[in-house]
T-cell receptor, first 114, second 115 residues
């Protein structure tokens, strides 16, 4: 069946550096993908909608210059956390809908900024 | 705008007892409704989903949920809790306004199963 894969699953980076998280649809094409963030003991909040071939759409309160999203192909979206700070430490997860609007989530990526 | 409300951030049940996790939704158009489970330090796993077909939806691991339009509810149940059911459960909604693709999650309910 359809699978969405995220990489890396776990990443630790130093404060001030940038880190890239990949979201791939493995056996289907996704013109749209979604990025969510989950802070400890909180729910998942939609950050942005990634659109293949065009700019991402960010939710209110999400800094587009800090969270760079690139939907480079029909199977790959990347989220780059730029100049990461400890408060960016979170669980980031992507989703991709199939043609029938079945939504598949990636495994998620745990980011720790030290 | 779509939203879901999960009643009870923590629910404790004894092993073998009924599990009932409550979810109420708000949507101006017919919604799709989901229940996801998240085990500690893991990603999301879809338990079940309602997409306007049968109102009683059966999912994995013995869970089921019933869509009740009159009550705007989509409560999750399991007849007999197992220790392995201990996890966090999220109710979620999507609707036509987001192309049925943009999912809004509830705040989650952490289920504790007592031996």
């Amino acid at each position: 069946g359809a699978v969405v894969s995220q990489h890396p699953s776990w990443v630790i980076c130093k404060s001030g550096t940038s880190v890239k998280i990949e979201c791939r649809s493995l056996d289907f094409q996704a013109t749209t993908m979604f990025w969510y963030r989950q802070f400890p003991k909180q729910s998942l909040m939609l950050m942005a909608t990634s659109n293949e071939g065009s700019k991402a759409t960010y939710e209110q309160g999400v800094e587009k210059d800090k969270f760079l999203i690139n939907h480079a192909s029909l199977t790959l979206s990347t989220l780059t956390v730029t100049s990461a700070h400890p408060e960016d430490s979170s669980f980031y997860i992507c989703s991709a809908p199939t043609v029938g609007n079945t939504i598949y989530f990636g495994e998620g990526s745990w980011l720790t900024v030290v | 705008a779509q939203s879901v409300t999960q009643l009870g951030s923590h629910v404790s049940v004894s092993e073998g007892a009924l599990v009932l996790l409550r979810c109420n939704y708000s949507s101006s158009v017919p919604p799709y409704l989901f229940w996801y489970v998240q085990y500690p330090n893991q990603g999301l796993q879809l338990l079940l989903k309602y997409t306007s077909a049968a109102t009683l939806v059966k999912g994995i691991n013995g869970f089921e949920a019933e869509f009740k339009k009159s009550e705007t509810s989509f409560h999750l149940t399991k007849p007999s809790a197992h220790m392995s059911d201990a996890a966090e459960y999220f109710c979620a909604v999507s609707d036509r306004s987001g192309g049925y693709q943009k999912v809004t999650f509830g705040t989650g309910t952490k289920l504790q199963v007592i031996p």
